[in-house]
Each structure stands twice: as structure tokens, then as C-alpha cells.
């Protein structure tokens, strides 16, 4: 049973939640960036100047395999707009993250004497570090829509918020390293950390923004962050009747 | 070394090519040994799908959006919003092709008009004829298509059916069997058959275009199978797909979008880079089919058709009616 908990709490148990989400990002970029789609067919155009006019008329005929899929639905090509995909897929991830590291404190809270969960609770810098890495990747495939795009949408509520919780992140993410930890003090650092709890709503509210159909989105994000809003309040409950014990009680 | 060459899809239409020699074109792909399957296939599904679509649609070189190249095929057929089916635009594609009937197809014009009728599409195609016209395409969620439609304009079809004074707008009605597509039970909070509206001068404008192909070929189910509404200076959302009703109306109709978010989707919602969304910016517009990582590209005014639709709007505050 032992060996078990000491298992939990290694580095190796961690390790695949770390690397699946990057093994996934490998497969969707090996697939998606094929070089047809990079460079566009534009070289053949320019190899064979003369057929111009062949090669515009081509443009308009469709293979019988592109019609077949067509009409019967079976084409799987899932890359005509990738740059969404992956800033979807890299948000989604980094808000997992975020929802699985917030519900540890409180399972802690929950269930002090449970070893397992005294073990998954080492782990919550790695989680968070990793949620922060999702959200440096996800911010980064935003950018390269262009600085125009960044500057239009930085008075956009929803934009906005997505960027004041990657601020939080990047604050939290800097001071997490021991040397930090340890210049900041036990206490302060603590309370620094606490900033983390302003990212909760801001990241619903990013989440449930995110997309044309509102209603839909409210719902899933609300489900997504059903765990950890449940978990915090219980936590909260929790805290409050034992400190009332303390208060109470003659010792 | 790359050598930048002016591209064909840059050509002026003075420079595109004749149709006698697209024509020709035609001709020689049918001949060949490759082409033949193709062909054979096309066949098949013209017999099944629209059996009044003609084999070779005419190119009307007065509608080619010439400043960017067409978007593949399988990016145009593979990439859809048709929330009947789902949100997820990957997905429509397959759930459109499992047992949805979209033949026969009947469209039913009325309201303030001389004459209403209920119309077979295979005749209407028939009737029409069929041209085939590249338009650029904008959804509002910030991405764009180049896309060559079949089809006819929809003031060939107004002028059949003879409007009255009072008409003043334009309803369309989607299709709505639930039994046929998920979304209308799933997404519930939406109103329910998807309706679009058109003011009549919008609606008699030659742009807009009744589809009923694309890229010659019958307009497979994810694009709105079998005659949808293409317009093309206004977000894709309000180019309605797979029409069942048509009515002539004196009041601006309710449609699904604004009644879903009267802020957010205007009745107008004409493409407006000076107009951002609520949430985001519309200034510019990610071209499908290029690099994942390429810049966005600037959106132009009424997607381009300035020229053409700018008179429609004149004194009209764009930002209010949106």
C-alpha cells in the first residue's frame, strides 16, 4: 500500500499528464501541416507560367475522391482552419489543467488524512506549471494572427479577460521555483499565490465567451468548472466550521 | 529562389480566359482517361441530387472575385456551420449525409406577392439556367472562403412570382425535420426554423444569388443542399441554406441569429471592418486553406462589394443598423 502512495507522489506518476497533451499537439501538427497546405500550390503555378490559363480553369474541377467524400460525408480532413483547432485544443488543455490544480487544495482540505490525495497534492506545481505552459502556447498561436488583430481586440472584454488571467498565471508561474519561494517568505508567498482565486471567474468568463453560440458555451464551461467550484465551497464551508471549533472549543 | 509571379487569380478580367476556351477545357477533362471516373461518378450523384443541374455550368467572368485563389474543395465541402446538424463545422459533413432527403426538394413562394407557387428545384434549375459565379465569402467569426457557386440570381426568381406594393421584405425558411437533424432537439434554444431576411432592394440586387451548386458540381448537403441563399457582401450567416419557403413580407422579418443575439448579429449585418463584433474584431479575416500560422488579412467593406451595394445603404448609420 505504501509503495503506492510513494508512487502517486513520484515524479513518474505526473509525467503522463505532462506529456499527453504535447504528444497530442505532435499528431495534430503532423497531420495538419502537410506541405499542400503550406505552400498553397502556388510553386506549380510558377514553374509553368505558360499553362496560366489551364491552371485557372482547373481550379474549378474536383477529383472524384474530393466528390465522393463530399457527398457522402466520409472526408476526415480536420485542418482548414488549424490555426482555430489548436488555440482551442491549447485552451481547453490549459483550462483542465487549471481546474485540476484548483482541486487539490480543497480535496486536502476534504480529506486531511488521506494519503492518496496527500500524494496528488505534491504535484501541484508541475500541474500548474504545465497549465501555464498550455496557456504560453495557446496566447502564442493567438499573436501570430498579427499585432493589427491583438491591438483591435485588446478593448474586447472577453480578449481582455483571457489576458489578465494569463498575467496571474505568468506572476504565479515566475514566483513558483523555491529560490522565489523562499526570497518571497512562507507567509507573503502564500498570499501572493492566493491571486490564483481572481483567475477563477475571469476564466469562466473568457471560457464560456469563447465562441459564436453563447448559451451552449455558458453551459459546458459551467460543467467544466462544476468540480472545482463545488470542491472550493465545500472547502470553504469546511474551513469556516473548524475554525469556529477553535474558537470555541476551551483549549 | 522564389520568383513571384503575378498569379492567375490576380488576372484582371480583361486578361481571364474566354469561355469558348473554358468550354474547351471542359471538353478535353471529359475526353480524358483521368477525367472519366470523375465524370462518370458526377453523373451519378446529378441523377441522384439535382437532376436538373446542368453538365456544364457557364462562368459569368462579371462575378470572379480575382484577388485570391479558391479554396480547395474538400476545405469548402469539409468545413461547414449548419447548426441543425451540430456546432462542431468538422462534423457537419457526415451528419448531413446520413439519410437527410434532400430530393425531391419543393420551394414554396408566397405572401404579398401576384403570384405564390410551390416549384420543384430540378424544374427552377431547368427554368432558370445555371451560371457559375466565384464570390468571396465571409463568416462572422472572422475566416473567409473564395467560392465558386451554380446557380441563378434571386431577382430571375422575384420577377416570376411579381411582388406586390407592400412587399418590402424578404423571409426565408430553412427545413425543419427533426427526425433528419440533431441540432433542432439539441440546441433548443434557438428559435427554430432557421429564418433569414432580406430587404427587397437588397433581395433584387444582382449579387444576390440563389446556389444550387458548387464548383460545378450539386451542392452537397453540408452546404445546404438543395438551394441555398449566397449574399455575398454580408456575414455567411445570412446566406440561408437549404430553402423551403420564400415569403414576401411588409414588416422586417424575425430572424435566427438576431433573435438569438440582437446585440451581437444585427438584422443588417452587412460585412464591416469599422464594426467589431462584441466580443471580437472584424477587421480582419483568416483565409482558409493557408498556413496555420499565416497573419490574418484585412476584411474590406461590404466584403468587397462596395462598389456594387454601397448605394443600398446610403444615409443609413452602418454601426446602428449593423
Known amino acids: 500500500m505504501k509503495g503506492i502512495y510513494r508512487f502517486v507522489g513520484s515524479r513518474l506518476f505526473i509525467l503522463p499528464l505532462v506529456i499527453a497533451p504535447f504528444a497530442y499537439l505532435a499528431i495534430v501538427l503532423a497531420t495538419g501541416l502537410r506541405p499542400e497546405t503550406m505552400s498553397v500550390e502556388s510553386d506549380k503555378v510558377q514553374e509553368t507560367p505558360a499553362d496560366k490559363e489551364e491552371f485557372d480553369l482547373s481550379q474549378f474541377t474536383v477529383s472524384e475522391k474530393e466528390l465522393q467524400e463530399a457527398t457522402a460525408g466520409t472526408g476526415s480532413e480536420k485542418v482548414a482552419n488549424l490555426h482555430e483547432r489548436l488555440t482551442d485544443d491549447t485552451g481547453n488543455i490549459a483550462i483542465t489543467l487549471f481546474v485540476l490544480v484548483l482541486c487539490l487544495t480543497p480535496l486536502k482540505v476534504l480529506f486531511r488524512r488521506n494519503k492518496f490525495i496527500s500524494a496528488l497534492n505534491r504535484h501541484r506545481r508541475t500541474v500548474g506549471l504545465a497549465c501555464f505552459f498550455y496557456a504560453c502556447l495557446h496566447l502564442s498561436i493567438y499573436l501570430t494572427n498579427g499585432i493589427n488583430t491583438l491591438l483591435d481586440e485588446l478593448t474586447r472584454l472577453y480578449i481582455a479577460a483571457g489576458l489578465s488571467a494569463f498575467a496571474i498565471l505568468l506572476v504565479m508561474a515566475v514566483t513558483s521555483n523555491n529560490w522565489a519561494q523562499r526570497k518571497i517568505g512562507g507567509r507573503k508567498w502564500k498570499k501572493l499565490h492566493r491571486i490564483v482565486y481572481f483567475a477563477i471567474p475571469i476564466l469562466i468568463y473568457h471560457r464560456a465567451w469563447a465562441g459564436k453560440v453563447s448559451e451552449e458555451t455558458i453551459r459546458e464551461t459551467l460543467i467544466w468548472f462544476s468540480p472545482l467550484i463545488i470542491l472550493q465551497t465545500l472547502r470553504i464551508v469546511r474551513q469556516f466550521q473548524e475554525r469556529q471549533k477553535k474558537a470555541t472549543s476551551p483549549t | ?322
Not at chain 2, 21 to 34: D, P, V
Not at chain 2, 163 to 176: G, L, R, S
Not at chain 2, 298 to 303: E, S
Open chain 2, 1 to 322: 529562389m522564389l520568383i513571384k509571379t503575378k498569379l492567375p487569380w490576380l488576372l484582371p478580367e480583361t486578361e481571364a480566359t474566354p469561355e469558348s476556351a473554358y468550354k474547351e477545357r471542359r471538353a478535353f477533362i471529359k475526353k480524358s482517361g483521368l477525367a472519366t471516373a470523375a465524370a462518370a461518378l458526377s453523373a451519378k450523384v446529378v441523377d441522384g441530387a439535382t437532376a436538373g443541374f446542368p453538365k456544364k455550368p457557364n462562368l459569368n467572368k462579371k462575378y470572379i472575385a480575382t484577388d485570391r485563389k479558391p479554396t480547395p474543395y474538400k476545405y469548402v465541402t469539409g468545413y461547414n456551420n449548419f447548426y441543425e446538424f451540430t456546432t462542431d463545422k468538422y462534423a457537419v459533413r457526415h451528419l448531413a449525409n446520413q439519410g437527410w432527403k434532400t430530393e425531391p426538394w419543393t420551394l414554396k413562394i408566397g405572401g404579398h406577392v401576384e403570384k405564390p407557387m410551390t416549384l420543384g428545384v430540378n424544374d427552377l434549375c431547368k427554368e432558370m439556367g445555371i451560371e457559375m459565379r466565384v464570390y468571396r465569402f465571409r463568416c462572422v467569426e472572422a475566416w473567409s472562403m473564395i467560392i465558386p457557386w451554380d446557380g441563378f440570381p434571386l431577382n430571375k426568381l422575384i420577377k416570376k412570382v411579381q411582388p406586390t406594393a407592400k412587399a418590402k421584405y424578404v423571409k426565408f425558411t430553412t427545413f425543419m425535420d427533426e427526425k433528419a437533424a440533431p441540432g433542432f432537439k439539441g440546441y433548443d434554444y434557438y428559435d427554430w426554423p432557421y429564418t433569414e431576411g432580406l430587404r427587397i432592394d437588397e433581395a433584387n440586387h444582382d449579387l444576390t444569388f440563389l446556389a444550387v451548386g458548387i464548383y460545378g458540381q450539386p451542392i452537397p448537403n453540408q452546404n445546404g443542399a438543395p438551394i441555398r441563399l449566397v449574399v455575398p457582401w454580408k456575414y455567411g450567416f445570412k446566406s440561408i441554406k437549404s430553402i423551403v419557403r420564400i415569403d414576401f413580407t411588409e414588416k422586417q422579418p424575425k430572424t435566427l441569429w438576431n433573435s438569438a443575439g440582437p446585440d451581437e448579429y444585427g438584422f443588417y449585418s452587412n460585412v464591416n471592418p469599422a464594426v467589431p463584433h462584441p466580443r471580437w474584431s472584424q477587421a480582419r479575416e483568416r483565409v482558409i486553406g493557408e498556413s496555420a500560422f499565416a497573419e490574418r488579412v484585412p476584411t474590406l467593406m461590404f466584403n468587397g462589394y462596395g462598389e456594387q451595394v454601397a448605394g443600398l445603404y446610403k444615409g443609413m448609420d452602418l454601426k446602428k443598423f449593423f
